[in-house]
């Protein structure tokens, strides 16, 4: 069961995400349950990508990375994260205070 609100998480994703339009956002296809929340990222943007994995890595947060390919190569097309818990009280209370 994950520990944040996952709409304040997402919240936190665009603006790491820095885009000038709010519409821009680099974070595609978010979901979020009772046990996980996933986003992709265009392997475009992989530098994004790496600023999300450092903070995810530095707060001790329970989360897989995962890379899709195009079809029949070995092109990666976006990075896909699924985050379960955050276990660092200082980013949970940034979450929960936006």
């Known amino acids: 069961m994950i ?3 996952p709409e304040k998480f997402k ?3 665009n603006a790491m995400s820095n885009p000038p ?3 821009d956002s680099k974070i595609k296809d978010y979901y979020a349950d009772q046990d996980y929340a ?3 990222i265009d392997f475009e943007n992989v530098d994004i990508a ?3 994995a450092g903070l ?3 707060h001790a947060t329970n989360f897989t990375i995962t890379t899709c390919h195009f079809p029949d190569t070995n092109k990666i097309d976006y990075i896909q994260f699924m985050i379960f ?3 660092d ?3 949970l209370a940034l979450i929960d205070g936006l």
């Open 3 to 5: 520990n944040f609100d």
């Open 11 to 13: 919240v936190t994703l």
């Open 21 to 23: 339009n709010p519409k």
């Open 38 to 40: 996933s986003f992709n």
């Open 50 to 52: 790496l600023r999300i």
């Open 56 to 58: 995810l890595g530095k």
């Open 85 to 87: 818990k955050i276990n």
């Open 89 to 91: 009280p200082e980013l």
